[in-house]
């Protein structure tokens, strides 16, 4: 693996210690060979050349090809440095500067081949110079393999920091988005609430004020001829109106369904139908089993408000004068059945744009059922629901 490249401080710092080594190296050297009366024109060229070449390092993460090249390079110079000097034990100090710069340029294992060809090819130059410079040859590999250990740590400990900068990055990239999708999911949580007490204000109190609408539309045009009967639908009426009071006062003081947990269905299908029937003079045949599958109460409160949203059309638009209410379980699902036998579907986009009949689809959509608006055989409008049946406790 390619080591990661070091910090601005670190390179400087590493600069700075290369050419402190360097310039200590040259100054010692020279000073020796004007003491010896050498020639020392040539060294101090060589050692010139390798102060030039460090400042032209690749940098970590270059092709391989210039680390080797410069590498090779730099290695001539200190070897021809130490074949030419009448004090060898000197130059292979450049050595340490090369062992670092290995480890950081190159992967791991062809750094530690290097910095093993700069310790054999000063063991080679020194091996001739007696006992004496074996030992030195050996503490120069020893220092050798030290600066390259000091290099690959700080290379690995540059390559942890990166890689936790990255992981805050992408810790704080995630928090974002986790942010954002908290705050899409509110909207639609407020959304789906908000359709939801839309569907159940359409269901409960739309059907009951339309009843009694109705009611004193009809008592209205018989004061004249029957008081009796005006009187009695005033009181059917007034009745529903109690009651859509009662049912708002409930959804704004505590947002409950009003269909109880514990109703059973077939019973409020009765009295649903019973009261339909009465306040509106419309026939209601109802049909259910005598034993109902169990059914959770998403799906009774569903086939319930299907049924009330129904009968309310019938009173609307149908101008029927009998309806019929089917609930029957088949197989798997069970299935609910609306019609009348009134004047049909209006011709255009209105059972399509009815507030009360996209809210009960959503409401279906959402258990995974179907609801399928038809004509009837016979004449007028049908209404088909089916939910598939789960296993849960109904209470019936």
Do not use: C
């Amino acid at each position: 693996m390619t080591q990661s490249p070091t910090s601005q401080h670190e390179e400087r710092l590493l600069h700075l210690i290369a050419y402190t080594i360097l310039a200590s190296v040259a100054i010692i050297a020279l000073r020796h060979m004007l003491q010896e009366g050498v020639r020392w024109e040539i060294p101090a060229l060589l050692l010139a050349a390798f102060g030039v070449l460090m400042a032209r390092i690749p940098p970590a993460g270059a092709p391989p090809t210039r680390a080797y090249l410069y590498l090779g390079t730099q290695t001539a110079l200190v070897t021809t440095l130490m074949i030419l000097s009448s004090e060898p034990t000197l130059f292979p100090t450049l050595h340490f500067i090369l062992s670092a710069q290995a480890m950081i340029l190159l992967p791991n294992k062809r750094g530690w081949l290097w910095i093993g060809l700069f310790a054999l090819l000063t063991g080679l130059i020194l091996s001739g110079g007696g006992p004496e410079t074996l030992v030195s040859a050996l503490l120069y590999a020893a220092g050798y393999f030290f600066f390259g250990v000091f290099a690959h740590a700080l290379a690995r400990a540059n390559l942890a920091r990166q890689e936790s900068q990255q992981l805050l990055a992408e810790l704080r990239k995630a928090h974002t988005q986790l942010q954002e999708y908290a705050a899409q999911v509110e909207e639609l949580a407020v959304a789906e609430e908000r359709n939801r007490l839309a569907r159940e204000m359409h269901d409960t109190l739309g059907h009951r004020l339309t009843v009694a609408a109705v009611q004193l539309e009809g008592a209205q045009r018989l004061i004249p001829q029957d008081p009796e009967r005006a009187t009695a639908m005033v009181a059917t009426g007034r009745e529903q109106l109690r009651d859509t009071l009662a049912d708002l006062r409930q959804t704004v003081a505590t947002l409950r369904i009003p269909l109880e947990a514990d109703l059973q269905l077939r019973k409020s299908l009765r009295q649903l139908a019973s009261s339909f029937e009465k306040a509106t003079g419309i026939e209601v045949h109802l049909v259910s089993p005598d034993e109902m599958p169990p059914l959770p109460r998403a799906q009774r409160l569903a086939l319930y408000r299907a049924a009330q949203e129904a009968l309310t059309n019938v009173q609307r638009h149908a101008q029927a004068e009998q309806a019929w209410l089917t609930l029957m379980p088949q197989k798997d699902q069970i299935v609910l059945v609306v019609s009348d036998n009134g004047v049909g579907f209006p011709a255009g986009p209105a059972a399509e744009t009815n507030f009360g009949l996209r809210g009960l689809q959503e409401r279906v959509l959402q258990l995974g059922g179907e609801l399928i608006l038809e004509t009837r055989a016979g004449g007028g409008a049908q209404l088909r629901l089916s939910l598939p049946l789960a296993e849960a406790p109904a209470g019936e």
